[in-house]
């Protein structure tokens, strides 16, 4: 069957908020005289901000993530930019009447913000976000409420993105999953996790739906 449901995840895959994310990290350890490396920077990016700052200090992490938070919303619209092709991509996708949502381990004040900036919000038909699931990606649950709301069935579903969280969370969803060639994290590592296909370009997307 032909994919007739495509679900994106957001950061990292369709909107570039690589830079404004680990400024945001850096900036809230260094209110709390922490360091880490860029290469563990790296790593925090994808999971779901409440778990990373409460495995580093479950008593400060309330007031990390606040810290964090700010910083990433007064940043935001200097940081934040949509990747190459991606709007255009999207819009052909809409255009042709694929079902089309957004599947983000992000709350939903900064999701907004994000997709508003870049022109992306006129184009998705459900948008899941952190504040919507009881188990966030990598859980299978946030792809299949998706997937619900858009009546979308396993085999014609693609979920894409740039992190283990996405990959794997499609694939406990038992549906088709694409990887991202430009994820921050490296090629390699997300073709490890072995999706069905890895995008060099968003405009890959087109090829393999058919649009």
């Known amino acids: 069957m032909p994919y007739e449901t495509i679900l994106f995840d957001l950061d990292g895959t369709l909107i570039d908020t690589n830079k404004l994310i680990l400024a945001s990290f ?8 922490m360091q880490f490396t860029t290469e563990e920077l790296i790593q925090f990016n994808g999971p779901p901000l409440r778990d990373t700052f409460y495995n580093i200090d479950a008593k400060k ?8 938070r700010k910083h990433n919303i007064e940043h935001h619209d200097a940081y934040v930019t949509a990747f190459p092709y991606a709007v255009d991509v ?13 599947v983000t381990t992000k709350m939903r004040p900064t999701v907004t913000m994000g997709l508003a900036l870049t022109g992306l919000d006129q ?16 859980h299978p649950q946030p792809v299949q409420i998706a997937m619900e709301q858009l009546g979308a069935t396993i085999d014609s579903t693609l979920m894409i993105g740039d992190s283990s ?7 406990r969803a038992q549906v088709a999953t694409a990887g991202v060639s430009w994820t921050l994290k490296g090629k390699d590592y997300l073709q490890s996790l072995q999706p069905t296909y890895m995008l060099e370009d968003m405009r890959d997307v087109l090829t393999i739906v058919g649009a």
């Open 26 to 33: 850096q900036h809230t350890f260094e209110q709390y005289d």
């Open 61 to 68: 992490a309330e007031e990390m993530i606040e810290t964090y």
């Open 90 to 102: 999207v819009r052909k996708l809409s255009q042709q009447g694929f079902k089309l949502g957004i």
């Open 123 to 138: 184009y998705f038909d459900t948008v899941i976000t952190y504040d919507d699931v009881d188990h966030p990606k990598p």
């Open 165 to 171: 969280q996405d990959i794997e969370s499609g694939q």
